[in-house]
């Protein structure tokens, strides 16, 4: 293994050097009382979301609409294997990947016949998952200012299987809406304290583009289409 | 880009004539800008209360570049316990051998990168080219411009300048396909190629939106999804970030990604916001066998060393100033002639590559200070372009310069040799047009684009008192009441 770290000590030392004259604070921000300004703040300068669970559903489902999520909410698990099936019907879609889970796995095996599973499990042929017509997982979150899904490569079946597929499904519970990132970075540390998955990503909308002519495009390199099928808590 | 390009100066010099006069380019980056005008204005408006989240990004960011050495230090213990590495460059040339001997080492043969403009700043693409790797660009404006064989033309939108009728013949030209004026078929045709490129790819490099000190993470936004697969799926993955991104803490992201989406694109968030901490972990499916972390500082400690506008440091290159600035509008980015273009560029490019080469950039400013205003993390651009201004000036001028305000405070201290250099001023308009467009014209770079005024025949003094003595003659007849 190479321990070269180049110049390590060399650029710290300049850094301290430089920074032996302090620098002005042009823009001292609101303080809560005698503190540090702290991340609870943001919520008062960020975009309003509200303070019921209804208030934000509201708000996700209209983001998602206008980032062209697809979101659909289902009553229990034998409405989403329907949905799934009908998206399948559709698409003719022949193979779809996905990993094992509490909410995905009973899906297995209500999959229609002519569509066959990719289970992620250690490894898997990176051909084989670029060839899937779409990629179902679970995700960690729904954030409702910014109408995201947080996967993490421990939820959602690793880095590549919720963003190569050109038609991603995400299965969720309400549940696990949350009202904002500082909401959602405070669950997420919660729930894995100091063993973080090597990927946290928040997904808002289908991959999309507007290099050319700032155009909207869906779709530049990863999933054209984004479905959330909602489950209640 | 300049045919006669040997000094920066000379380069933007005419580059910007060029470009101030190609109205149709001008019309399709002002197109593009005004979009995002709507954009950012529709979303800014969302938020409670704007002001205030600019303060504290402004001083979030001011506490993390003011304790640099700590936070970095802090970065790397906690990264490299998740078995990362980290490599410290000093400059271009550190960087890039770093990366080529990894990829030697490795045995690697094609690479995949997401868009690093710290990659533009160590020229990374044409020196891995150089050694035989395959590169491809999967971001498709930097893909675009990779093809064109350009630098992006904005850091945040690298192909802005362009309209799709060129794109469609680029396409055609380099990849054989049937041409279109659909943005969507296009995109589909870099789609097609670049899927290829991330499953064939050995090696993903990629740059960095923010270095997360407490938990040991590279935090990258992006809309496509191309940087979420150069880091998903080849085996090993480098990350190119300059040292000044920090930020203390995970959750402040919850402040600066929304911020950067807004005054970036006008988006309420970018379409993927990744945090990476490490590669593949034990029990994990898929992920990176190596993740490799080179901080580059590359001149970054000298403009940290200048207390007055260390702050520039700030910059979360979201390219709202470029946006807004109606230079930038006028003049286009590739005449700046550097890898930052716009009005944050003008201010850190004569930190990074010396004041003497690059002052002319503090001119490219009207002073408007709509830059200031725009920036999500208040820096005070404008005023950092004129301590710009005053710095080059402090430095010594140019000897020709110095030798004519010699000369010219010589005659203003002598009324009669001053009077007499008036009197021969109308002799200058006579002897120009035999000089006017040729390399000896004194004037020429005030000739090109307006008239050179005729010398007055005979001063004001000499006017007024022709005009005096005519007036006593007329009271002297009686002719005045
Ligand atoms: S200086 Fe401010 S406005 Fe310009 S790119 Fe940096 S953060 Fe954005």
Known sequence: MNQNRGDREAILGRVREALREEAPLKHPAERSAGGEPTTAHFREWLPPVGASIDERFALFAKLSESLRTELHLCADM?????????????????TIALHTGELISPLILEL??????????????????EACDAGLTEC????????????????????????????HIVVARKSQLVTDLTEAYASLATKYRDAY???????????????IERILVLGAHGPKRLTVLLLPS | MSTIADLPRQQFQSDANRTANDAPRRAAVRRALSNYQTARDRTGATFTDWKSARASAATIKHEA???LDRYLEEFEQKFTARGGKVFWATDSKQARDYILNLAKEKGVRSIVKSKA????????????????????ESDLGEYIQQLKGEPPYHFVFPCMHLRRDEISDL??????TAKTDSPEELTMIARNVLRRAYVDADMGISGGNFIVADTGMISITENEGNARLTVGLPKIHVALIGIEKVVPCLADLALFLPMLATAGTGQHLTGYNSMYGGPRQPGEIDGPEEFHVVFLDNHRTR??????????????????????????KNIGGHTYGTTYQGPIGSVITPHFRGLEDWKHLSGASSLCGACTETCPVGIDIHHHLLHNRRNAAAQKPAAGEQLLWKAFSFLMKRPALYRLATKFAPLGGLLHPLVEGTAMDPVASWTATREFPAAPQGSFRERFRAHKAAKAELVKKGGVQ
């Not at chain 1, 019907?89 to 022949?94: D, H, I, T």
């Not at chain 2, 396409?171 to 054989?176: C, D, K, P, Q, V």
Request: proline share 7%; hydrophobic share 40%.
């Open chain 2, 65 to 67: 570049v003011n304790h």
């Open chain 2, 303 to 328: 403009l940290l060393a200048d207390p007055e506008q260390r702050d520039a440091l700030h910059c979360i290159r979201c390219g709202a100033c470029l946006n807004v600035c109606p230079i930038f």
């Open chain 1, 197 to 211: 998955p090597s990927m946290i990503s928040f997904i808002t909308g289908p991959s999309r583009t507007g290099d």
């Open chain 2, 171 to 176: 396409f055609h030209r380099e990849l054989g």
């Open chain 1, 140 to 167: 960690d979150l729904l954030v409702a200012q910014t109408g995201s899904v947080c996967v993490t490569s421990k939820s959602a079946g690793g880095r590549v299987l919720s963003v190569l597929p050109p038609h």
């Open chain 1, 78 to 94: 034998a409405e989403v294997s329907a949905f799934i099936k009908k998206l399948a019907e559709e698409g003719n879609w022949k």
């Open chain 1, 112 to 129: 229609p016949p002519q569509l066959s599973p990719l289970l992620l499990q250690s490894g898997y042929d990176k051909d084989e998952l």
């Open chain 2, 117 to 136: 403009m710290t990659g533009e700043e160590i020229h990374l693409n044409e020196a891995l080219i150089k050694e035989g790797y395959a590169v491809v």
